[in-house]
């Protein structure tokens, strides 16, 4: 069996500026992380993989240098790492997004080894609309069981999967047959940190490229030509500038006394 | 009355024969040990084996030093007694007799005291490792054995004299043999040549015992200890060697053959002393490392799986795990890099290496490392300081101040403000104060902002040399590229790191703590200074490690404080090379302690024994670990400043 890991490669930093003409992300000169939610799909998937012995593939669709992205992948101990890069892939939306990476799921599905499950994040650090997961579950036809918190049981034989969902004040305990997406939360696990003589294996690794000659897919459906959604307008909401009260340091005391008045004045706190 | 050459010959050349065996299967394992060069400077290594090993300049260190000495020069002395005793048991006709009586007499003289002294030394050991021992375990069947061995050679020595002269021997050198002649009262002349036989065959079974007992006991470091001493790193041990980065490579150490020859002769030369443990905070704070203990694991596991990879076969015992012969990873985890073990060992063995050698197979090989450290691994590389702040605050301290960039251009000095004095709330006041007095001072300074990375010394520390490797080399081509040669730090661990670490790299920098700097200032007159108004009250430094004892800056920050506040710090029960670390070096700055008693509270209720009104340090993570400790023992009326605060309130009013 086969489990694909869909890992895409964020901007670090919970500054990201906003370009206010073509209200995209600026993403010049700020370094790129793993999208911190998929480091625990990952992590699960290597955990399933030392368990049982199945074989784990990363996807990810970006630019060519998320070539980075995989690698760390790789050096974590996937057996396959693919690019999903075209020109035509980009300024997908969710939807787009979700068919090209579902097209590329069942190619490996036909081509390389049955896929029995999809492990997603609950949603990216920049995007965060946490619709890609489902909407690759949607299109693959598999069962969708989101904001996983801890695979209670996997039954390889009866080819089912009983999880926990974290909720919002409660924890759901649902099972569902195989094939399956997850998307999961951070409670799920602690991600491993890579080996050295796995880094420089995956230094020296070949991320294997798809573009869009390989996947055949309706230009209308991916891309820019294929999202339906359009962004008028993105903008930082504007803050009030913080402001420091007195000399904490030279004196602590008269310090908290001042913003506990100013907290009551202000009807924050309540004695 | 002479001996058996026809019985003793045979016995001593098989005893001489075992014992050459016995040297040669343990010392032909150190030569397992990877190639290091430690054959350069040849002069200079005499010296210090003169000095240390001859002189026994760290043994004298300690109060039963003394007695140790005693007993090596009385070993070394009496080694001319005890080759002409094996001579003369082969060869009856050799003897010292057949010297000129003007020597033959004096040296029996010697010989005669120093056999007195050395049974006084032994007796004196004895009793010591019976009522105050260096450590608890140190009452070991085997101390006592060799202790008894030798009081036995020396009062067979005195027999052997003793029963001559009552026999009617010797008469011109009894007035030379006061002890002997001594001894000789007490034999009947008829018995004498009894005496003399039970004597001699003491001496000769004992001596032959004590050769053949050496090379498997910790006595090997009387073969080892000299050596041991020729060979030691004659820089301070305040870094690690670097590791080639390329695929097939192993990392660090998790086998004994993968330690370097040195290190193993260090294991080798381990006499159990127990200095190094009555030294090392970690152990004295209730954590599981004993440095002896490591240096002993070592020995065990070398002993036992050297000979099976001499012949090429799998070794059955792990380096690292637990029981004898491995080293358990909690010891391997609560090290502070302090060094204190190292600047007490009287032979020079290097504890700290080996430790972050192990630290880094088991972080780089195997991923296993104390949970709270991948946040910081990861933040390191992510974002190159430890908390995982965005760069880009990295110069926010400076807001409320005017701050050049770096430009080799217009600026003298780069001042490297390090990841606690940019982001960490309470040293930032410090990057402030010593910015002022720069300013103030007229030195021409500036910084690299946002783009100053981390130098990388925790993660070095811990073993991950990986990301250190990463960290140092993008270090090094920035400070290439923006032609920095001259460096101000206010942390002592970039300080360390920058200067002696980063010359692996081929970068050499004049690296200057901020304690040098504003005594350079303080010298030269180039602060007016006022501290009529000094509020500090008595003030006690604490020494920081990476200062201190990895780099000997001991004075610096005293001048300074000095200068600050009018009179000279106080001082606590241990500083300078003997002080006491926070407990945060090593990256244990970034660790829980989960075992035994804090050691920043042990330092803090050292210090606070002084009653202290302010505790002067000088590197930031001292700052954090006094701070967090005296909020702990609610001393709310005790201050902690940096040099460069205490300096600012007399420079800047």
Redesign the interface.
Known sequence: MLIVVCIKQVP????VQIDPVTNTLVREGI?F?VNPYDTHALEEALRLKDQFGYRVAALSMGPPNAEATLKKALALGVDRAILLSDRVFGGADTLATSNVLAAAIRKLHDEFDRVGLVLCGKQTIDGDTAQVGPGIASRLNFRQLTLVDRIVNLDPVGRKIRVSRKLEGRHEIVETPLPAMLTVVRELN????????M???AA?AIVEVWNNQVLKLDEQSIGLKGSPTWVSKIFSPERAKGEILGDG?GDPEGTAQLLVGRLLSQDLLAL | MTPNPTIFTPLLIVSLGIFAWGCWRRLNLVALGASENRFDSFGRRMGEMLLYAFGQKRVLASPFGINHFVIFWSFLILLIANTEFMLHGVFPFISLENLPASLYLPLLLVLDIISLLALAAVGIAAVRRIAAPPYPEARTMEAFFILGLIAVLMLAYFSINGSRIAHGEMTAALPWLPVSGRVASFIPSASAPSFYAIGWWTHAVVLLLFMNYLPYSKHLHILTAIPNCFFRRLEQPNTQPREEFTSGNEFGVARVDRFSWKDLLDSLSCTECGRCQNACPAGITGKPLNPRGIMHEIKVNLLENGPLLKRGEKPVRPLIGEGEGSCPEGAIWSCTTCGACMGVCPVFIEHVPKIVQMRRNLVEEEARFPEELLNLFENMEGRSNPWGIAPTERAKWSATLEVKPFDRETTEYLFYVGCAGSFDSRNKHVTVALAQLMDRAGISWGILGKDEKCCGDSVRRLGNEFVFDRMARENVALFRERGVTKVITQCPHCFSTLKNDYRQYGLELEVIHHSELLRNLVRDGRLALDTSAAAFGATVFHDSCYLGRHNDVYDAPREVIQAGTGTAPVEMGRNRDNAFCCGAGGGRMWMEEHAGTRINLARVEEALQQKPDTICVSCPYCMTMFEDGLKDVKAENVRVRDVAEILAEAALR
Not at chain 1, 12 to 15: G, S, V
Request: hydrophobic share 20%; no cysteine.
């Open positions: 670090d930093t919970t500054q370094p992380i602690r991600p491993r940190y890579p080996k050295v003589p880094r420089l294996a020296e340091y």
